[in-house]
């Protein structure tokens, strides 16, 4: 069974930093990624991993502050979040895909439930 379930979530103030964790079980996944979704905003893609490579891309709003790392023997995704501001609190959602992916929503065919970022001023 295809399961990702997220962790790591929490309230920090701004320069503050957090680590998700995403477990993944039921499948061996070529591409994950981090997204998340803020009140009355769209899913943005935050960072990707290409799972076969370990090639990495992230959006332009948290380059140099995130970084998406994979651990193979366990199959577990992470994000470090540092210098975390107030723009960043948010639903964070692992995501994962079968085949090679990007930034779109509708390349991934898993979900998790999210997990909530907030940070303070």
């Known amino acids: 069974q295809v399961q990702l379930v997220e962790s790591g979530g929490g309230s920090v103030q701004a320069g503050g930093s957090l680590r998700l964790s995403c477990a993944a079980s039921g499948y061996t996944y070529s591409t994950m990624a981090w997204f998340r979704q803020a009140p009355g905003k769209e899913r943005e893609g935050v960072a990707r991993i290409y799972t076969r490579d370990g090639s990495t891309s992230y959006a332009d709003s948290v380059k140099g502050r995130f970084t998406i790392s994979q651990d193979r023997a366990t199959n577990t995704l992470y994000l470090l979040m540092n210098n975390l501001k107030p723009e960043d609190t948010a639903m964070y959602y692992c995501?994962?895909?079968?085949?090679?992916?990007?930034?779109?929503?509708?390349?991934?065919?898993?979900w998790g439930q999210g997990t909530q970022v907030t940070v303070s001023s």
């Open positions: 995501a994962a895909a079968t085949v090679w992916a990007w930034f779109g929503t509708y390349e991934y065919n898993y």
